[in-house]
């Protein structure tokens, strides 16, 4: 699931765009952690850090919606 969104997001030219909205469907825990579509636990800082790294998205708005 990392994976996925450091191809999509770090990796990605968003000069073009406005902002970014991610969502999170998935069950997790109380400590800020989701589940994988392999069962496996993701911390969410994991999962938010390629919005963090692109550089074609400082300064933009990041929508970020989690829902466990």
Same mark, same amino acid.
């Given at each position: ?5 450091? %191809?999509? /997001?770090? *990796?990605?030219? !968003?000069?073009? !765009?406005?902002?970014?909205? /991610?969502?999170? $469907? %998935? #069950?997790?825990? #109380? %400590?800020?952690? /989701? ?5 496996? $636990? ?8 390629? $919005?963090? !790294? ?12 989690? *829902?466990?």
């Amino acid at each position: 699931m990392s994976d996925l969104l450091w %191809s999509v /997001v770090a *990796e990605s030219d !968003h000069t073009s !765009h406005d902002c970014i909205a /991610v969502g999170i $469907l %998935s #069950h997790g825990t #109380h %400590s800020g952690q /989701v589940y994988g579509v392999d069962g496996d $636990l993701v911390d969410v800082a994991v999962l938010l850090a390629p $919005l963090k !790294h692109c550089a074609s998205l400082a300064g933009k708005p990041k929508i970020i919606v989690i *829902e466990v």
